[in-house]
């Protein structure tokens, strides 16, 4: 089976080399071409999308935003092979994936939206969940490729409803994330100890994988992107298009859209502690 991966940023990069050490036979592209080089060896790069895709039978997709999505998978499409199976893993528009799905079908394409949740560190490590949309029998044949980088792999039914589900989980990230950052930022304008505060948050009903990984490196005071700031706003506005009555949702929309306007749209998402600390809270 020949792969295809369009996408190698901080998590692509990861899923990619993922198949290619389960022995796949896998071919990168990325805009920046500096990205997919250096997955080499172990993967094949290649300069377009055309040369990427045109004898592949699967073809991933791991973009940033839905117009990325929509003006590659367009490309794909004139150049790879009938019959292949197109995979974005992009968190992106519902409506969207749905379009290219029927498109796709008209074409000679299966489309699966298979959005993923998780930071760079599941990615390194294999173990991201996966929801995927689409076609029962498309995703059943393609399930051992998703095993290679994903631990928790849900079909959640008709094209489109993997989108949805991500963006569940990114309201549920929201909240989490906004809960730990202030219960951090409270402690520290205490003047407690914020290794002993995280270590009890860690031990009881307040823990999360926000905390675990997010909390801290907000102590640490690393604010490196494991997921970008500016995408997690992607996504926040994404959910505000389909429900514009969710409230925590839209206030911490508009914390993440500080951050942006602030300068601060490639930091990763435990960069939300900026809001307090940059008293951006004071500003809006």
Same mark, same amino acid.
């Not at 390194?124 to 029998?137: F, H, N």
């Not at 205490?190 to 907000?218: E, F, R, T």
């Given at each position: 089976?020949?792969?295809?991966?369009?996408?190698?940023?901080?998590?692509?990069?990861?899923?990619?080399?993922?198949?290619?050490?389960?022995?796949?036979?896998?071919?990168?592209?990325?805009?920046?071409?500096?990205?997919?080089?250096?997955?080499?060896?172990?993967?094949?790069?290649?300069?377009?999308?055309?040369?990427?895709?045109?004898?592949?039978?699967?073809?991933?997709?791991?973009?940033?935003?839905?117009?990325?999505?929509?003006?590659?998978?367009?490309?794909?499409?004139?150049?790879?092979?009938?019959?292949?199976?197109?995979?974005?893993?992009?968190?992106?528009?519902?409506?969207?994936?749905?379009?290219?799905?029927?498109?796709?079908?008209?074409?000679?394409?299966?489309?699966?939206?298979?959005?993923?949740?998780?930071?760079?560190?599941?990615?390194?490590?294999?173990?991201?969940?996966?929801?995927?949309?689409?076609?029962?029998?498309?995703?059943?044949?393609?399930?051992?490729?998703?095993?290679?980088?994903?631990?928790?792999?849900?079909?959640?039914?008709?094209?489109?409803?993997?989108?949805?589900?991500?963006?569940? /989980?990114?309201?549920?990230?929201? +909240? =989490?994330? *906004?809960?730990?950052?202030?219960? #951090?930022?409270?402690?520290? !304008? %205490? @003047?407690?100890?914020?290794?002993?505060?995280?270590?009890?948050?860690?031990?009881?009903?307040?823990?999360?994988?926000?905390?675990?990984?997010?909390?801290?490196?907000?102590?640490?005071?690393?604010?490196?992107?494991?997921?970008?700031?500016?995408?997690?706003?992607?996504?926040?506005?994404?959910?505000?298009?389909?429900?514009?009555?969710?409230?925590?949702?839209?206030?911490?929309?508009?914390?993440?859209?500080?951050?942006?306007? /602030?300068?601060?749209?490639?930091? +990763? =998402?435990? *960069?939300?502690?900026?809001?307090? #600390?940059?008293?951006?809270? !004071? %500003? @809006?």
């Amino acid at each position: 089976m020949k792969i295809t991966w369009i996408g190698t940023g901080i998590m692509g990069s990861h899923m990619a080399l993922h198949l290619a050490n389960n022995n796949y036979d896998v071919t990168a592209y990325n805009r920046t071409i500096e990205k997919a080089n250096k997955l080499k060896p172990k993967v094949k790069v290649k300069n377009n999308i055309k040369e990427a895709v045109f004898n592949a039978d699967v073809i991933f997709t791991m973009l940033g935003y839905p117009n990325d999505v929509k003006t590659v998978i367009k490309e794909v499409f004139k150049h790879a092979k009938k019959g292949a199976i197109i995979i974005d893993m992009t968190t992106s528009d519902p409506n969207l994936a749905i379009s290219l799905f029927n498109e796709g079908l008209k074409q000679g394409f299966d489309l699966l939206d298979a959005p993923v949740t998780g930071s760079d560190t599941y990615a390194k490590a294999g173990t991201l969940s996966i929801m995927v949309g689409g076609k029962e029998e498309i995703f059943q044949k393609v399930l051992p490729l998703l095993e290679a980088f994903g631990k928790t792999i849900t079909y959640v039914g008709k094209s489109g409803n993997g989108q949805l589900a991500k963006l569940s /989980n990114q309201i549920a990230i929201a +909240g =989490t994330l *906004s809960g730990v950052v202030e219960s #951090l930022y409270f402690a520290s !304008k %205490n @003047n407690l100890d914020l290794k002993l505060v995280h270590q009890i948050l860690s031990g009881g009903s307040a823990y999360s994988n926000q905390l675990s990984i997010n909390g801290l490196k907000i102590i640490e005071k690393d604010l490196k992107p494991g997921f970008y700031v500016k995408h997690f706003l992607k996504d926040l506005n994404l959910a505000i298009s389909i429900n514009k009555d969710l409230l925590i949702l839209n206030q911490v929309k508009d914390m993440i859209q500080s951050l942006v306007d /602030n300068g601060h749209e490639n930091l +990763g =998402t435990q *960069s939300l502690i900026l809001y307090y #600390l940059d008293s951006l809270i !004071k %500003n @809006n």
